[in-house]
């Protein structure tokens, strides 16, 4: 989850010197379990020289800390600096799907922008799945349940199965049925 390095990280200053070390020793410290040094030297490194990998590791620790709307306003502004980083978008989803006032609309929102952005991954897919099953769009949910499985989440079997029987289920529901009358 957390990363320390942006994809053009080059300490030119040393201003930039230290906001990265500040976030090398941030993923250090989250390695180690101590969240809160983490989020201290993350925060130092935004406040030293803002970018996406630093507010991106930021969120992380406030994620982890539960400090929801923190962690929304962090992956919020990384996507502003790197609207293409999947992660940040899907960490955001996880984030409005955990918060006390849920919104799964925005959580559907951001995992679609993720699967655009990372086709081919497996937890995305399976992610996006999920909430669209919750929202009750099942064909689609189907689709990126099996999207998922094709691309190695073997758990996803068991959606597969459940989705499929859900959809046979509301389809024959919804199918006349043949009425006979005896006499």
């Known amino acids: 989850w957390a990363s320390s390095k942006t994809p053009h ?4 200053d040393p201003a930039e010197e230290e906001a990265l070390l500040c976030l090398e020793q941030g993923t250090q410290k989250l390695e180690e379990g101590d969240v809160e040094g983490a989020k201290r030297l993350y925060q130092r490194s935004v406040d030293i020289k803002r970018n996406a ?3 991106f590791n930021l969120g992380v620790t406030h994620y ?8 929304i306003h962090s992956w919020k502004l990384a996507i502003e600096f790197q609207p293409s980083s999947a992660d940040a978008h899907t960490n955001l989803a996880s984030a409005y799907l955990n918060h006390t006032e849920s919104r799964p609309d925005l959580a559907l929102q951001h995992l679609q922008i993720a699967a655009k952005l990372a ?4 937890e995305i897919a399976f992610n996006l799945a999920s909430v669209l099953e919750a929202f009750g769009r099942l064909p689609e949910a189907l689709d990126y349940y099996k999207r998922s499985k094709r691309f190695g989440i073997e758990r996803a079997d068991v959606q597969i199965e459940a989705v499929s029987l859900q959809i046979a289920i509301l389809s024959a529901s919804s199918s006349p049925h043949d009425v006979y009358v005896f006499s």
Not at 9 to 12: D, F, N
Not at 119 to 122: G, I, L, Q, Y
């Open 9 to 12: 990280s080059t300490a030119s």
């Open 53 to 55: 990998s630093s507010l």
């Open 64 to 71: 982890h800390l539960k400090e929801f709307d923190e962690a």
């Open 119 to 122: 086709p081919e991954d497996p």
